[in-house]
Each structure stands twice: as C-alpha cells, then as structure tokens.
C-alpha cells in the first residue's frame, strides 16, 4: 500500500501568492522514508503528531535533495507558495531556514480540526486567510518580476529581467538574498528544475525548458536533486515524493 497522496490548484484570486496544494496520509502501517527534491516553493505545512496535536511549520527554499521518515498514520496538509508570498503574506524573511523548516503560530491562518478533514476544506480556509492581503498594495516592480519568473519557469536571464521591470540586477539580488537566502540566478535554476519534474515522471527524459543541452540538463539535475533524470523516472519504491506526488497533479 502507497503513501495516499491529493492535489488541487489554487483559486485564481490567489494563484499570485500559491502554486498548488497537498495532502498526504501515510496509512502504510509503517514508517517510510522518502527524499524531498528542490522545486523552488516554499511550504507551509500542518502536521498532526504522535500526540495527535497539529503543527504549523515553515520551510524554506530547499537547494539540496533530504531525506525524511513519514511515520506511519501521519498526515499532512501543505501549501506550496511562491515566493512573493514570504514578503507580502508571511511577513518575513525565510533565509534562516534555507533547507530548514521551523515551527510557526498558527494565529494567523487559524486552522481548526475541522479544515483537516479534506484537502477541499483545507484550501477554503487557506484561501479565505490568503484573500484578506490586497493584492493591490504590492510593489508593482515585483509583481511583474515574479509574473515573468513563473511564466517562463525561470528560463528568462537575469539581465532580461531586469531589464523587463526596470529594476537592477544588484538591487534584485540583494532583495532575494535578504529576503530569500540566495540569489535570483540561483533560485531561477531551481524553478527551471522543478518545473522539469513533471515530465521526468512521464519518463521524458529530454530536457523540455531552457536547458543548453542534454548534458546540462543532466548535469543540473544531478546537482540539485542527486541522481540522474533517469534514476528519478525510475523512482524505485517511490523513493522520490515530488515524483509521485507530481503525478497527481491536476493538468
């Protein structure tokens, strides 16, 4: 028996601030450890423990593969955000927890037993706490950033960018270093990466965003996630949770 694993994409009104939504059971009857890979979110999950308490925890920008024991009758809600969400919705910088997660105060989202009953409540009651942040007040210059980051999967160059939201280069770096613990080019390698997962899972192993080639398609794989695309298509005893849950994930 698999570990139980549900998606669902964001409501529009807030696809800005979230990228998708997940829960997962570990109903195995036994722990099982599995590898998460960088994909260029930000989580924040709600965990229920041993004791049969829910915690809320943050983690940030993963840059390297971990490895992690779901114990057996776990289960886990999360929503994974994009970056404009740290600054505008978290209210803080997450470089401290840079392939780190932290317990946070649930005061904000308020979460109650009854929003851990399905995915579906869990979303309603995220996007009800994600709505009372105006979009309207957000920097224009980020939000075209971002805009451009995520429509081309962090394919565009950094000068581009730039260039596009007439902001400097230095100026970007510093903020996504204060802000996020690395640098725009690198968190740009991470998304191009994440966004290859999908069809990785489908056992295309060609690279199909701005890779150079096929070499350095292999070669950034392998840095980031630590085995080859191929090993990752394989995702023997799904060793690999992006690469099962990916498959789950509504078109």
Request: hydrophobic share 35%; charged share 25%; with cysteine.
């Amino acid at each position: 028996m698999k570990l139980n694993i549900k998606s669902a994409i964001p409501d529009k009104s807030i696809v800005h601030f979230v990228h998708s939504f997940w829960m997962l059971e570990n109903k195995t009857g036994k722990d099982v450890r599995s590898t998460v890979l960088p994909n260029g979110m930000v989580d924040l999950t709600l965990m229920n423990m041993k004791s049969g308490n829910w915690k809320l925890f943050l983690r940030g920008l993963d840059t390297e593969p971990s490895q992690v024991v779901i114990e057996k009758g776990t289960k886990i809600f999360t929503i994974g955000l994009k970056l404009l969400a740290v600054e505008y919705l978290l209210s803080e910088s997450i470089k401290h927890v840079l392939n780190e997660a932290q317990h946070i105060s649930n005061d904000f989202w308020q979460f109650e037993e009854s929003d851990m009953k399905s995915l579906e409540n869990f979303c309603n009651r995220a996007t009800q706490k994600i709505n009372t942040i105006s979009f309207e007040n957000i920097d224009s210059r980020k939000k075209k950033l971002f805009e451009l980051i995520y429509s081309s999967n962090g394919s565009t160059p950094v000068k581009e960018l730039s260039d596009q939201v007439f902001w400097s280069s230095r100026q970007i770096n510093r903020y996504f270093n204060q802000q996020f613990g690395i640098s725009l080019k690198a968190y740009c390698r991470l998304l191009r990466l994440g966004s290859s997962f999908k069809h990785i899972s489908e056992g295309k192993l060609f690279p199909e965003q701005a890779f150079t080639d096929q070499n350095h398609f292999i070669k950034e794989v392998k840095k980031y996630a630590g085995v080859t695309p191929k090993e990752l298509s394989k995702n023997k005893d799904d060793r690999f949770i992006d690469i099962t849950a990916i498959k789950n994930f509504p078109s």
